[in-house]
Nanobody, 126 residues
Framework: VQVAESGGGLVQPGGSLRLSCIVSSVSDFKDWSVGWYRQAPGKGRERVAALHIRDGAAYYVPSVRGRFTISVDDDRNTLYLQMNNLKPEDTAVYYC???????????????????WGRGTQVTVYS
């Protein structure tokens, strides 16, 4: 199984980016729970959003709710994070993660993922 993020970059405040995460070599992606996390310089890892693919239940950290949207294309085993109205405090390395048993609360509350990507840098500058 390989997990690879893409889509990071430089953007001005108020701008948008869409992150993608491809999960390769799995046939049961629809049963997974997946999430996005981020780590800013000098800070610990922070949860951003998580989703149970089959039933659509989703969680967002309050600081991104209404600005970010987590979604999947389960035919392509791809996870997305649409980020709108970006702020300088959103600057971080963003990681995707997957729990292949579908345990959404374990993923959200305890960061219990079976797989992690290597991250993609998002920088919001003015």
């Amino acid at each position: 199984v390989q997990v690879a993020e893409s889509g990071g970059g430089l953007v001005q405040p108020g701008g948008s980016l869409r992150l993608s995460c491809i999960v390769s070599s799995v046939s049961d992606f629809k049963d997974w729970s997946v999430g996005w996390y981020r780590q800013a310089p000098g800070k610990g890892r922070e949860r951003v959003a998580a989703l149970h693919i089959r039933d659509g239940a989703a969680y967002y950290v309050p600081s991104v709710r209404g600005r970010f949207t987590i979604s999947v294309d389960d035919d392509r085993n791809t996870l997305y994070l649409q980020m709108n109205n970006l702020k300088p405090e959103d600057t971080a390395v963003y990681y995707c993660a997957g729990n292949r048993r579908g345990y959404l609360l374990q993923l959200w509350d305890n960061s219990r993922a079976d797989y992690w990507g290597r991250g993609t840098q998002v920088t919001v500058y003015s």
